[in-house]
């Protein structure tokens, strides 16, 4: 028995061996990174893997990483944006499976201050040395909820504006030029005013805007307070605020200024190419949604935003406890977020730089777009940035506003009125734990 | 296995004599032979069943009966607590019904279809392997770009459907906003990607009916469709009640078409118009409430072995049977 036991005893080993460096590989073992401190000698080749959920237009910042890193060798991978952090949380969870450097999308992000022990604490690496570049509020998200760690250095802020087509307002009888259309809104209420002598100008086939639900998100996330309270309790149902701008939306079905379409899903997207509404709520990033619709150069121009600014979107990236080498991908991190990288992934992808000293930067605040019919993007999107008041975001701020979001797509459906809509909505959100 | 071995040496009567112990081990070594492969051989696949079908199944059903949410680390036991709300569920309730409503809408008359097809391509035919293949096309394509390209025919604003409703004067519908239009629209979906399928089946059968069957009947004078209903049904109905089973059971899972029709919302419609029971269980364990999800996961099985027995005894009850 012994003899047979050790002819076993040879392959068994060497197959278990390569199981275990199978699972090193997939970057799985949460225990010997805790200490942080582990540093692996220079000399070894190391794989990063990097998860996003669209084109972060990073490739070229990964070569120059390797010029520094000669023995790193950076893989990326990309999912669905849902998916990617429904992934994430439970990729986190099970202990496996995780990317070394992740991205957080601020409508998530809430969802992992909570649990700072999943992530390494960037101050090890200190990279809380950074703290000082950043707009303050875009810093403070990535700091964990009882503020012992620093777990996400931000990419881009989604400073707010308004996309609108010249050719529609026009023959409306509106202003075409992008500061008198501005001017025409400085808030909700006049937003509502000029689509009602949008619809008085009897444009064949084009609404004022495509649907109210951006709208409602862009005013909640005005207001000082959203969703959550400052102890990240949902408020939605009792924050005035919030009701206000649903009060909004409705105002602007009932006058009749709504497509009734969602934002992204298909015939929304030929909308922007086709022309059947006139004005949406615009993020920076938004303008790349736009282009790859193919409009058309100068189609549709950029304006400011009623009630003076605001932020929609935006990342944060992260490194999971799982991965194996902390310290190459925080100065990864460092290096993708530096000021040099976010000017050009400002200039190449329209992802606004949360570096407020940018913001003064020729490169950023002198860019104009020639889409959007040489539109000074820098100057309107960083003028968004700076003027907004930070709000806490909470876990399930994305349910959230989905819930009460679709509610307005049922009042614009004419399924339901204003209030068995909002009742409904309000049903849903207490279902969310 | 091995491990069974020492046993069987020991029921072995003490009082045979011991004599050439190697005689005896290569007669048990062929029994172990002749008794044991077989199961050796159909071990495979019940060990894979045990480890992606029993156990994910008597899992779920053990997270069925906790609070048992991803981010938190304890998971208290809670009985039926989960079966309870799912009871009292308007949502819940809601699914089912949307999900026997498509079920209907999409395997009655497919099933009819394909029986059609099969029996017209049952006969002499030019090119026959051509429209057979022909026949299997929509099922060999991705699910994703059936129900893309379905959702832009039915787009309320530049839909094909909604044009052509135009040329005729008729306004368009908005297709993804109520309940039946709704339902309509993604039971075309399922039935263009399986009405190909069960007619292939279906065809298979029917090329097993004795042809002197059918030759009598032309000589007695029996048209086509009345061979069709007194010779070929009775003959497959077991294949018949196969592809019923199938077919319902496939039904009563839809998950892709929903989520993705007109746009990638878990709810399936603003209104949940067209949320089935899987989008349901999908949409709760995205919320990472996995007991309440496997709490719906468990009433779907039994909702799916209800459904497929009722239909079984009614497809068996249909009258026919050549005698």
Redesign the interface.
Known sequence: MRKLRHRFLAPMVAVSALALGLTACGGGDAETAGSGGTASPPAEKIKLTVGLFSDFHYAPLYEEFKKTHPNVEIVERRA?F?DHH?NL??QL?TGAGAADVVAVEGGYIG?FTP?PDKFHNLKEYGLDKRQSEYLDWKWKLGVSNDGSSLLGLGTDVGGLAMCYRPDLFKKAGLPTDREEVGALWPTWDAYIETGKKFVAGKVEGAKFTDGPGEHFRAMVEQAPIGFYDAQYNIVAATNPDVRKAYDTGVQMIDAGLSANL?A?????N??IA?G?FATMVCPAWKTGTIKDQKPGEGTWDIAAVPGGGGNQGGTHLMLPKQGKHPKEAAALIDLLTNKESQIKLFTEASALPSLPALYDDPAVKDFVNPYFGNAPIGKIFTDAAKALKPQPVGPKAG?VL?AIG??L??VD?G??NAEEAWAQALKDVSR?? | MATRAPDRLAAVPPNRPVGPRRRLRRHLVHQLDVKGSPYAYVAPFFLLFSAFGLFPLAYTAWVSLHEWTLLQDEHPFVGLENFRTLLADDYFWNATFNTLSIGVLSTAPQLLLAIWLAHLLNRPLRAQTFFRITLLLPNVTSVVAVVVIFSQLFGRDFGMINWVFSLVGVDGVAWNEGVLSSHFAISTMIMWRWTGYNALIFLAAMQAVPRELYEAATIDGASGMTQLRKITIPMIKPTIIFVVITSTIGAMQILAEPLLFSSYIITGGVDRQYQTLSLFIYENFTKLDFGYASAISWMMFVFIVVVAGINYLLTRRGKGGLA
Request: net charge positive; aromatic share 6%; hydrophobic share 25%.
């Open positions: 669905q849902n429904t949380i439970t969870t969802a649990v969602a992204f899903s298909p015939p929304w030929t909308g086709k059947t349910d989905q679709n509610g797509q049922r459906q399924k339901q969310i734990k």
